[in-house]
């Protein structure tokens, strides 16, 4: 099993927007809305940003968004701060009753 | 507050066995799972597996089966995840996480506990 795609590396300015993207099959991505993303700052745990592709949970920034289109979820974050650098990972739930990961995406705000 | 946490780090030799504990607080403990996740150093994340603090029900990684066992304590809620037979690529920071809604989403996470395996 292969996890999800992710790209290795994106990067924008402080106040840009960024997207990062999450490739999946008709066995995971496409065929539930059970997509999650998670921030990771170094040497701490995951931190859960956006649930069931594009709910919030209590606390997040309005900043973080999610949507999915086909086999293909994405992550948005608006207005590009300092502390967003980060690793964000994808999560899907799959046909094998499982979820799985992304391999990861190092953000990097220059 | 709701939180996770667990049990210090561990260094173990090939073929040993590991139990790492994950003790929560600040809910109730038998209305959500747990997972266990884990990560290699430098590496990204990986499900290890799930387990009902309600009923004990489990669902491991099939790259894992047989060699890992995923237990709950409810008296002292606490949930514990054994890995046998240890190898050299299972050194990794092991972390539980509360299940948000059946394996959707992972939304507490405990601070993680490293396992190195070394001779």
């Known amino acids: 099993q292969s996890a999800l795609t992710q790209p290795a590396s994106v990067s924008g300015s402080p106040g840009q927007s960024i997207t990062i993207s999450c490739t999946g099959t008709s066995s995971d991505v496409g065929g539930y809305n059970y997509v999650s993303w998670y921030q990771q700052h170094p040497g701490k745990a995951p931190k859960l940003m956006i649930y069931e592709v594009s709910n919030r949970p209590s606390g997040v920034p309005d900043r973080f968004s999610g949507s999915k289109s086909g086999n293909t979820a994405s992550l948005t974050i608006s207005g590009l701060q300092a502390e967003d650098e980060a690793d964000y990972y994808c999560?899907?739930?799959?046909?094998?009753?499982?979820?799985?990961f992304g391999g990861g995406t190092k953000l990097t705000v220059l | 507050q709701v939180q996770l946490v667990q049990s210090g780090a561990e260094v173990k030799k090939p073929g040993a066995s590991v139990k790492v504990s994950c003790k929560a607080s600040?809910?109730?403990?038998?209305?959500?799972?747990i997972s266990w996740v884990r990560q290699a150093p430098g590496q990204g994340l990986e499900w290890m597996g799930w387990i009902s603090a309600y009923n004990g029900n489990t669902n491991y990684a099939q790259k894992l089966q047989g060699r890992v066992t995923m237990t709950t304590d409810t008296s002292t809620s606490t949930a514990y995840m054994e890995l046998r037979s240890l190898r050299s690529d299972d050194t990794a920071v092991y972390y539980c996480?509360?299940?948000?809604?059946?394996?959707?989403?992972?939304?507490?996470w405990g601070q993680g506990t490293m396992v190195t395996v070394s001779s």
């Open positions: 999560s899907s739930y799959t046909s094998s009753s499982t979820p799985w």
């Open positions: 600040g809910y109730t403990f038998t209305s959500y799972g």
């Open positions: 996480a509360r299940d948000l809604s059946g394996l959707s989403a992972f939304d507490i």
